[in-house]
């Protein structure tokens, strides 16, 4: 019965013991020197890989034995050289699928994170329509655009938080004339939003 809530919400093939989970925290820290807690959880709930309590046993004892510091002031976790070593030596323990998994959800979302502190875009209800609102870095590059849907201006918002420089790239070249200056947007398939 302890089993079944251990593991509640875990996809198959995910780690089935406290060990498993604290391999796969410390291979990720590996990968990823420093992250949030937030960070750590929400890439392991996208594949549901782990339950959160799971987790938040994992990350404590990680940190009573010496393989992850708890940095306070930045609320966040970093592996120490113990951990960096558990992982090395521990991880083909764990199918190849779900460490990758893993690592690449929280490498996505700590890009994430790292776009939305350069760029702003807002959208606001207005005039029988949207206005969404855009900032590349600052003053760098600031402009709205309207739209008759809200879907719409969705849209155009994942666009440019997904490839703000190509689009700052684009106007440039636009209001430059040297459009050889462009090259190719980011893949669909690296969309971070």
Known sequence: MDREIFAAGVAPGGPATLTEVKILCCHMLAETPEMSFEVIHEALREHRLVNYFELISALSQLCD?????LLIDLESYRITDIGRAA?????????YAVLEKAVTAAQKILKRQKRLQEVVADIRAENAGYVLTMSLEGELMSFSVFTPTQDECERLRRRFLNDPVYIYKCVMALLSGRRD??????????DLF
Request: hydrophobic residues 30%; glycine residues 12%.
């Open 181 to 190: 200056i462009l090259g190719e947007p980011i893949p669909s398939g690296e």
């Open 65 to 69: 034995t010496g393989h992850l510091t």
């Open 87 to 95: 992982a090395q030596e521990l991880s083909s323990h764990l199918p």
